[in-house]
């Protein structure tokens, strides 16, 4: 099925079907300017999350190492409303993590004048099992812009720029002040490491199985991804309807990124997406580009990938996030652990509601942002969407 963002159903979860562990002192409150182009980390030391914790919690904090968060047992469990805890949150200061395609020969560099940030890539290579630092660094950008390299690549890269900041002089007051995140696609993942909800090598592992499986299930089918320039979301809405009138159900294409005003990628089977190429003139877009990504991410083209990634998070431990992690999925910050779950595994498989989320974050008083990785991606999409946004870029 297509959606244009304001048709985006969002999908809610029961309150009896959650059940929340507080990991955390709280409240029960509650591609990118880079897909033109062809082709994180724990509790930290001193931070609070910004709500109080409700009277009848029993916390008993337990420090764990920096990408993992901060773990706060809780004697009793809350099954109403236990995926609300973030739903009332205001940001002041949010971390914004690129997702694929903002990787570029000669990442990761930087960080190895750092050591935390070097010691991530040390630990990388013994996760992986091949030496991530030299295909950062060094390339061929060809491996390096495979879907099963980039993803940890910038995974790695971008909790490695966390640290790099750390270093700099007022870098820990710049970290802690962060209450909010978020990440493009993969940057997600990348967002929950630095927001505690699960280790730096979980994480690692589960993006490492994210990109063999998106991979997979690119390989099995013949699909592809254009961004179209130019148009809004519902004109883009309407040529992918047009280009579905052409071909089979099984070519079928739909808007797969809603990035920012002007830029939105379209996903589908290859038949469809020449369709959209020829059409896009027509209904007055200014270009369309054809992505370097493997397949059709973020459509049902991904649905054989879901199944594998619903077997790795069932075993991962994954715990509240010390501060709200902005979902793709539906654009809302989600706290039960097993909701987290879910909300990764239909991610693949589901439009990004990038340009929503950015949007809600200006709307609710976000004053100054941070692009931690390789690239300025998000940066650029930000200024799209508003031209005043405050945002600082932090490479590795």
């Known amino acids: 099925m297509l959606f244009a963002p304001s048709r985006l159903p969002l999908q809610r979860f029961p309150p009896s079907r959650l059940r929340l562990r507080l990991l955390v002192p709280c409240s029960p409150m509650a591609f990118t300017l880079a897909i033109l182009r062809p082709s994180a980390p724990a509790p930290l030391a001193g931070h609070r999350a910004r709500v109080a914790a409700p009277a009848t919690a029993r916390v008993a904090p337990s420090y764990r190492s920096r990408y993992s968060s901060a773990r706060v047992s809780l004697g009793s469990e809350l099954a109403v409303g236990a995926d609300a805890l973030f739903a009332d949150y205001k940001p002041s200061t949010a971390f914004l993590f690129p997702g694929q395609g903002a990787q570029t020969v000669g990442m990761g560099a930087e960080a190895q004048s750092v050591p935390a940030a070097a010691k991530l ?30 993803q940890p690549a910038i995974y790695v890269t971008s909790l490695a720029a966390v640290e790099v900041l750390r ?12 209450d ?21 090598e979980d ?25 179209v320039i130019g148009l809004d979301s519902e004109k883009v809405q309407e040529l992918c309807d047009a280009a579905n009138e052409e071909v089979d159900e099984k070519e079928r294409v739909q808007i797969a990124n809603f990035l920012c005003p002007g830029n939105y990628a379209v996903s589908g089977g290859v038949k469809g997406i020449e369709v959209v190429e020829a059409k896009a003139k027509s209904f007055k877009a200014r270009m369309t580009v054809r992505l370097a990504v493997a397949g059709a991410f973020h459509t049902s083209f991904m649905q054989p990938a879901v199944s594998r990634l619903e077997s790795a ?3 991962t431990e994954i715990r509240t996030p010390r501060i709200p992690v902005i ?51 998000i940066a650029g999409v930000l200024k799209r969407i508003n031209k005043g946004a405050s945002i600082e870029n932090i490479s590795a």
């Not at 270093?167 to 962060?178: H, T, Y």
Request: charged letters at 20%; one cysteine or more; aromatic letters at 6%.
């Open 121 to 150: 890539f040390s630990q990388a290579n013994d996760i992986l099992g091949y030496d991530l630092l030299d295909l950062c660094t060094n390339g061929p950008k060809e491996k390096l812009d495979s879907t099963v390299i980039s």
């Open 167 to 178: 270093a700099r002089d007022g870098g820990e007051d710049v970290i802690n002040s962060v």
């Open 180 to 200: 909010v995140t978020c990440g493009l696609s993969l940057g997600e993942y990348t967002a929950l490491a630095f927001a505690g909800a699960f280790s730096f």
């Open 203 to 227: 994480g690692l592992k589960l993006v490492k199985l994210r990109g063999e499986a998106m991979q997979d299930a690119s390989d099995a089918a013949n699909s592809a991804m254009v961004s």
């Open 313 to 315: 998070l069932a075993t």
């Open 327 to 377: 979902s793709n999925v539906d654009a809302q910050p989600h706290s039960d652990p097993d909701t987290i779950k879910q909300i990764l595994a239909r991610q693949v498989t589901s439009p990004v509601q990038w340009e929503t989320t950015v949007k809600t974050l200006m709307g609710k008083g976000l004053e100054r942002s941070y692009e931690l990785g390789p690239g300025k991606v």
